[in-house]
């Protein structure tokens, strides 16, 4: 089998681009207001998103549904097809208006099983419409068998072109595909290359886009194991991408410890937790069976050419001082994470699932625990914990909700503030109808209740039974 080379020449090539790219990478309309996307759900046979635009107070009731039956989506509604595995938003095409990336990881192309591809829907004046199929353009390495193309996908300018472009995993000699910027309602890109390296096989598992160093391109972390012919290094780790010039160049990677396989999720965030200019990197941990699965949040601090490996990382539990709560078998602290700054004073905020927090008698009801930035870094003083018994936030905790199974920070309400989106599994009524979806608003002093918002398929008055997470990136 031949390796993919390490730079390879563009497939289709992009027109010039417009001077005037969309403000925010979620406002799909232009008009200036966030846009939320949830992957929660089923269509048919497989694969749905759901989109709420957004108001001054946040998302509205404005819903748009997207699958493959829609009109102007590529492709049919197939069972395994993966559509809507994994989301990432951006200005693809520098048209002024944000566009939607949805991956499918099981899609067949031709004779090829799970070549997998990512489908761009496009954003317009009056918010999504069509859309247009990248698929892998990994050559396949086995007859019939592709390469999973889009288990996770993120966004960014990691060339430092000025172009938004994306990265995307796949079970190739390839580790992870570097698809650049800009793209075209026709298919067109500048072309690609492969940040697996000419020396061995990177198995990826998840990945990240932030801004670490301090210039204005997107870096990028990779956690996932690089598998280097015989020797085969199993460690799972942490490896870092430079935004710029020498992208495609992976630094020598962090080893983070192993769950046992639960990779899967919302736990990897970059925020600049110390306001040092350099963004750090938060890992979850919810599911190491050696640590009975209590979990935990490890922390690598950032400088000026990356991870800051002199600094050692920092790890967080519920036994860290000013931490409410305690740690428990099972509890999962760290299966879920998300970085974003909460209180408006400059330090990125972390907030913490522990889907499998049980609240009395009631198991896995869940809880979200923020941590604050401050001068020196994250820390567990003046932490705070959610739940659904707590005043303001709709709905009572109960057996197998998960409130915190998926989060998102993100400035919804343009207040200079993030705020917190809550996944939880909540059963609604006597139906068999799932999913609760918490907005709690960032303030001042920290997130509120006041104010809050939640979305449920009853209140968007939708025909399907599930809605939630995970969040497109």
Avoid at 354 to 381: I, N
């Amino acid at each position: 089998m031949a390796l993919v080379a390490a730079v390879c020449t563009p497939l289709l090539t992009a027109p010039g681009a417009s001077a005037a790219p969309a403000k925010l990478s979620d406002d799909f309309n232009g008009d200036g207001y966030r846009d939320l996307v949830m992957l929660g759900g089923s269509h048919g046979k497989d694969g749905r998103v759901t989109v709420v635009y957004g108001t001054s107070s946040g998302p509205g009731t404005r819903v748009q549904v997207i699958h493959q039956d829609s009109a102007g989506i590529p492709g049919v509604v197939e069972a395994e097809d993966g559509w809507g595995t994994a989301a990432a938003t951006a200005d693809l095409d520098r048209d002024g208006y944000a566009d939607l990336v949805v991956s499918s990881p099981g899609e067949d192309v031709g004779d090829v099983q799970m070549r997998g591809g990512l489908t761009v829907v496009w954003g317009s004046a009056t918010g999504l419409g069509s859309g247009t199929v990248f698929n892998s353009p990994v050559p396949q390495e086995y007859e019939g068998s592709g390469d999973v193309f889009g288990e996770d996908v993120v966004s960014g300018d990691f060339d430092g072109d000025g172009d938004q472009d994306l990265a995307v995993t796949s079970n190739s000699r390839a580790g992870v595909v570097l698809l650049k910027g800009p793209f075209t309602r026709t298919g067109g890109k500048s072309g690609w290359d492969s940040l697996g390296g000419s020396y061995g096989y990177l198995w990826a598992a998840n990945l990240v886009a932030g801004r670490v160093t301090a210039d204005a391109a997107t870096d990028l972390y990779i956690l996932g194991r690089d598998l280097q012919g015989d020797t085969g290094d199993l460690d799972l780790r942490a490896y870092f991408h430079r935004g710029g010039g020498t992208f495609t160049q992976r630094a020598g990677g962090l080893r983070v410890p192993d769950d046992g396989g639960h990779q899967g999720g919302d736990i990897l965030s970059v925020g600049d937790f110390d306001k040092d200019g350099h963004g750090d990197l938060a890992i979850g941990r919810g599911y190491e069976p050696g640590d009975g699965e209590r979990g935990y949040v490890t922390v690598q601090y950032g400088g000026p050419n990356g991870p800051d490996t002199a600094r050692k990382p920092v790890k967080f539990t519920q036994n860290t001082t000013g931490v409410p709560g305690s740690s428990e078998s099972e509890d999962y602290f760290g299966s879920a994470i998300a970085a974003g700054d909460v209180n408006g004073d400059g330090y990125a905020d972390l907030a913490v699932g522990a889907r499998g927090e049980d609240l009395g008698t009631k198991r896995d009801a869940g809880s979200v625990t923020v941590l604050f930035g401050r001068a020196g870094g994250l820390s567990g003083t003046g932490a705070k914990s959610y739940t659904q018994d707590t005043s303001g936030i709709t709905g009572t905790a109960e057996t197998q909700d998960q409130f915190g199974a998926h989060l998102k920070f993100t400035d919804y309400t343009r207040d200079g503030r993030a705020d917190l989106m809550i996944d939880t599994n909540e059963q609604l009524g006597y139906e068999d109808r799932w999913g609760l979806v918490h907005l709690l608003k960032g303030s001042g002093s920290g997130i509120t209740t006041t104010g809050s918002k939640s979305y449920s398929v009853t209140s968007l008055k939708l025909s399907y039974a599930r809605l939630g997470g995970p969040f497109a990136r």
